[in-house]
């Protein structure tokens, strides 16, 4: 008894010293950034924003996180997961209704409501509503079954064409060339609306399979929305604020959603995230930043791809395949093989830092 104590207050500290790390680290190097720009709290900075909604992010989920305890909107955990997840049944879900608005409404207002940062901010919402749809009905039905994956699916295409025609009547030279690295080009034409919709999905359905262990998907948000927002700072200063706006929310989720999570964010932050992030590297032209800060969610993708091709293949008579991974996605796979949720969270941290820096050096 006295072991499986240590253990808890340990990994409860980790939890902690996650947080402090992510947002020490977040906060040093908007203000560094924003100091060689001669913007240090200024409105159209990183800092100022980051900062705000960080702070009412963490004030409003004081207040949230009871009601959903009390309207009993606990998380239902899968049965065929890790075992350890078991305990987590009842911890509130459908966070993204707190912390997802506050970042919305305060680009919104910072940016004087800019057109860009209202079309990427609708988008973002839409995704929103959809997760929150999906958590209602599974709180509803009690199961994990939420709504239909071809409902999620049409909901999503839907969206996404509505963004999409939004952004091939208010800028059609962004949809005729994609920007690569090193100033190259790739001719688009009418490529362009299948891989828009393609973007839009398949972000939002990573960062919603990434979103799976305490204060994951809520730091690695808030890592890949900064990358970004430093990336665009010096031509898209609203889109700049959006993004800046948004990583604050997230780290301000983190501080309810560490291990051990008071909340999770449930579909309606993690469909959220991903579509505000596929929006603004559409709008932006940065497919390229984008792939590269979203490389954990790719291996996240990957994996349960992977995972299911290769069940399939290897099926017998007996109508049983062969798994390639412990269970997918890959951060279940590490856990089932000994590492700490923690560990996967920090080295998933870390890996996505990475990442974002070599996006910068560019």
């Not at 009905?137 to 839907?158: A, C, D, F, H």
């Not at 064409?161 to 009418?190: D, E, H, R, V, Y």
């Not at 989720?253 to 995230?273: C, E, I, Q, W, Y």
Request: charged share 10%.
């Amino acid at each position: 008894m006295e072991n499986k104590l240590t253990l808890r207050n340990s990994i409860s500290l980790s939890g902690q010293n996650l947080l402090l790390g992510l947002g020490v680290g977040l906060i040093s190097f908007a203000l560094i950034l924003d100091g060689m720009a001669n913007r240090v709290f200024a409105i159209k900075s990183l800092s100022l924003p980051l900062i705000i909604c960080g702070l009412l992010t963490v004030s409003l989920g004081y207040w949230t996180i009871p009601i959903l305890r009390n309207l009993k909107a606990g998380q239902i955990i899968r049965e065929d997961g890790p075992q350890a997840h078991l305990k987590k049944a009842g911890t509130p879900t459908m966070g993204g209704i707190f912390f997802v608005p506050v970042g919305v409404a305060i680009a919104l207002v910072l940016s004087r409501f800019s057109p860009d940062v209202v079309a990427v901010s609708l988008l973002t919402l839409a995704y929103g509503f959809i997760g929150w749809l999906d958590d209602w009905q599974i709180l509803r039905r009690k199961s994990n079954k939420g709504i239909s994956p071809r409902m999620k699916l049409v909901l999503q295409i839907t969206f996404a064409s509505l963004f999409c025609g939004w952004l091939a009547w208010s800028q059609p030279s962004t949809i005729t060339n994609i920007a690569l690295p090193f100033g190259l080009q790739l001719p688009l034409g009418l490529l362009f609306w299948p891989l828009a919709g393609f973007v839009l999905v398949a972000e939002s359905n990573a960062t919603n399979l990434t979103d799976g262990v305490d204060g994951l998907m809520g730091g690695l948000g808030a890592i890949a929305f900064f990358g970004l927002g430093a990336y665009l700072a010096p031509t898209s200063p609203e889109l700049m604020i959006f993004c800046a706006c948004m990583s604050g929310s997230c780290l301000g989720f983190v501080v309810h959603n560490r291990n051990p999570a008071k909340v999770f964010m449930g579909d309606t932050g993690s469909l959220a995230l991903g579509g505000g992030l596929g929006a603004v590297g559409l709008l932006t032209n940065s497919l390229w930043v984008l792939f590269l800060i979203s490389g954990v969610f790719l291996i996240e993708t990957l994996s349960v791809i992977a995972q299911v091709s290769y069940y399939k293949a290897t099926k017998g008579t007996d109508g049983v395949g062969k798994r390639l991974f412990k269970m997918a996605p890959f951060h279940h796979h590490l856990e089932l093989s000994g590492w700490l949720e923690t560990q996967v969270v920090g080295t998933f941290y870390l890996v996505t830092s990475i990442l974002t820096g070599l996006c910068l050096l560019q």
